[in-house]
């Protein structure tokens, strides 16, 4: 649950080399190098294609239709962090705009993760200021009601933790919390190690039911080949 | 209330000058200058991103799977017009292709607004014709029962009236009435003119807490920072 | 109603150069030339945008979270072969990516058409395999549980038989039996070659109201003009 | 547009007999009756089953997260009024309870149409406060920003104007423009005449194909059967 | 795909007896009994709760806003049928009321199934003429353009061959093609005298672990208890 | 982020006589005791109108298509418990009917609250035990891959920890946190305790603008009447 009207200045953030680290890696692999877990809904897209990021997450609490709270988090953003938006209800208004974008890029943030809407995105994509998000729209905003910065959240069914590494890509975002940051980049590094000799036997025309030895435990479940 | 089967000819269109001047401002700054009013739904995108118009509305009624109107709005357009579609009910065939549009083109029509589909997106993107539309999709319409043309009309939520201005851009579509065009463009270049300072300051490292004063009325509304 | 745990070898495919000829043309025109059907839902959208293929489908049933059969289907995969995978049940996982498309694309396969998700875009994007998809997502699967290979199936609401021909582009997916292919290419291929001349009378400021002789059927449906 | 921060006091009134009979005609006849318009969404449904209402419209818009202005507009009901809630962007948070049903109830409102959710909706049932919404949802509101009363708003993609008639039932919400609400009633009217006869002859056996006269039309459409 | 402007007068039902049996059986046992598929997509409801009904398909398909073939389908009714509408299109209108119902009910339909809009449920409810549908709209429709009567459609995501059992209840819409429905009803009624055994097993507090002897293979899955 | 393959056997449960009352009061009401937060997705739906439960959570995290947790977390059901069920990814399939809630209810469970489908509703609905779901689905469900029971889940949105209390009824579910159980039901007792005295002014016509003494702060918002 949440506790509103309240902002927590000292987080633990996760491992920035760590952090840092698991951009390259991308969502598909880092999700599953986690078990298959983690990951937002995938509503959340991309406002332009290619921006592939990683930060620790400082997280921002929303109410419909007001970005206030967005402009107290700006003051918590330190560089390589990535903000992470939830709202306390469905909105797709457009919570975030260039002016913001100048402000959190000049802080050091990576990118925004938004369960809400975005604007000018034409500018934010020559800014180069990566934002994942619900929806764009050019509706404004008012500043009138409380949220809170770095508690926990839930943005796009995902839980986040003030601290979090998030990971985000063309493929969607995805959450690794803290404590599991080092034991998921391990992971997921060695799955990526393997990938390169998988992908020349395919390329080569090796099927993945030879190379993956599926034959027999399919046979086992049934399957039947009809000619 | 819709009127059907007919086709208003004379329409009052808002000034040329001061609907051509909306476009460089853009639909968010311009809904924010109109008191954050007349933004049509966000599920309306455009076939390709980066154009960016206004112009003065010519409005078209269809019915469901039926374009027969979009062929008697073609007379209507005069150069500088936007076509804004309706549909009296929830339908995303495509209602226009690159036939219309090189017709619409001809007549001097700068960008379709349509809450159906659209098709032959890759000739538009050709073209330079832009659309804004609630889908695309190559489902062909019949030409059987009638709409009406130049009718106020709801389209994608927004109250149109004909020759009503229509701004349109990445972050969306907007409505700014006839009469209050000339208005609007004052209020929202004022705004513009302002951002560049601002843009400055909070590009610096200033935060918008600072630069907007609020860390008082966020003391005053309960705000608390906890370390 | 669907086979389980079946995989059918020898499949009848449409001739290879009525397919080959059939991606020219583009869904738009094709969906015409058959009268209007065949189309899959508009949510089906291309990974891509430019891409435009068509070829004879190999189809594969999947389960929710499930892309052992994406396996089992690329052994059946014949050069010109375009892959369409329905689902038992709507879900947007990641069933395929950059591995599978190295299989398909080395199997001779054209193009995925898949009524869920897919992942590593950017990979499969540079890669040139062209997707449509119903949805992104960086979400792994199990290998669990069978579906089959080479039954019709129901894909974004259209039925397609093993080796009918699909054709898609940026405006959609359609499907074109088998039986029709040769009578639909020349259909549509007529189609096209009225276009041309069409277009230039548009281009020249004609009215599709005169080149299509409306205005009669128009007055007769009770069409007033009102100054 | 939407002119914000106002109360018009004074609304003209559809008159009261011809709003108080066309509950009985039913939305669907009322619909048809005024030429197939006038229809809202779909998503709009009633909290139980059964209710059938009609009245003149009071409008209010709405913020999201914010139900303020159904305080203000709740003075501005006459016995016999509907009140219609519109929002200014989507929003299905809980607006309305069994408080301000109390209350809307004691000054004469019939019932409450709001684009947006409602709450309470045990209690609502049996007070047979009736109420058409597009969500149900617990979720509070706050009183923080200033939308309008009798201002004419887009209502579920319908245009109400203050002083309207609203016609409610288990089909959907149908707005009969005050002008036209004398002109519709007769037609709604004539047509329920006909009804009767109708649906004895349905009932009877005899099939719509010859009551309406359909065979030789559709056979002129090319309609063929196949033994 | 879909030939346009037929109608076939004669179709092969499935047998009487066979049909009338698996409404008692209800959708999910029939569905696992088929393998579990055949369903329908679950946005399909009932208009009031607790119909229960199966019966042999008339298939009809409708253009989006026109119900011209709904007239046309009446007259192949046969006593037992329920007829199944498909759209070419995604499309909420109201096709169907009372009317038509009376009519239906008159040649001896159990039931109507489509995938669009009905009204007048009020007065469908008070007849108990079952309707299971995608939406409830007033929207009134045109009689303009062909569809086809008893072709195999797609109706809500599922194949339906004329003549096939459709069987639904308040669980959703399952089709049981004609060649598999005595097969199926055998194996649904096997399923069903299991079920009772079970059910006062756990009933008595017997766990499904231990009635399914699923220990072994949870604990062979990896599954593990911390305490 | 989520650990697959567990079962927490012993959980912290909320106080049991806290966990009962709260149902009286009503999830809108709790959810006003605690900030307005806690709640679940609007698309959360009681299968059957007019159930009003409480009781401490034990939660489950299922895979799409698959049910065999369900299973597993039956065993840990104590009396007084509400299960929740939550879903790696959006799935709509039926994962539980009459055999598992005949099972739960043996076991003491009062609900079911699950992010996914059920079926056999009629069943469940004459037993009078209680779900809520996103969906109502025949789709049948498969028996392996491991989710987990007992661990932290978001469900719809809200996020549940083993032991928190759960609120449903017709407007929704909401969860309590188990640490804030206690005094939200004093915070709900005490805002229950005020309702009635309100409702009496406001039904015999006080308006809710001077109860609340609204008309002054609405004034200083700068809210104007025209007459």
């Known amino acids: 649950m949440y506790e509103l009207g309240v902002v927590y200045r000292n987080i633990q953030r996760a491992d920035a080399q760590v952090a840092d680290k698991l951009a390259a890696l991308g969502t598909s692999t880092v999700h599953e190098a986690m078990g298959r ?10 406002i332009y294609a290619g921006a592939q990021v990683s930060g620790t997450a400082v997280t921002v609490l929303l109410q419909p239709g007001d970005n206030w709270m967005l402009h107290v988090v700006a003051e918590q953003i330190r560089p390589g962090d990535i903000v992470v938006a939830a709202l306390t209800t469905d909105n797709t208004d457009g919570f ?3 002016l913001l974008a100048t402000s959190f890029q000049a802080r050091g943030a990576r990118a925004l993760v938004i369960d809400g809407g975005v604007r000018d995105v034409k500018t934010l994509t020559e800014m180069r200021f990566a934002v994942w998000s619900r929806a764009i729209s050019s509706k404004g905003t008012v500043k009138a009601t409380l949220g809170s910065v770095n508690i926990p959240v839930v943005c796009a069914g995902a839980l986040v933790t003030p601290g979090d590494v998030i990971v985000a890509d063309d493929d ?3 959450c690794v ?3 599991m940051a080092s034991a ?12 390169g000799e998988k992908r020349a036997k395919l390329a080569s025309g090796v099927l993945g039911l030879d190379m993956y030895k599926m034959r027999e435990p399919l046979a086992a479940a049934g399957l039947k080949y009809i000619d």
Not at 37 to 46: A, D, S
Not at 184 to 195: G, H, I, M, S, V
């Open 184 to 195: 998921t980049l391990d992971a997921a590094t060695k799955r990526e190690a393997n990938e």
């Open 172 to 174: 969607g975002v995805v």
């Open 177 to 179: 919390p803290r404590a």
């Open 96 to 98: 975030f705009g260039d």
């Open 37 to 46: 877990v983690g990951l937002m809904k995938t509503y959340m897209r991309p």
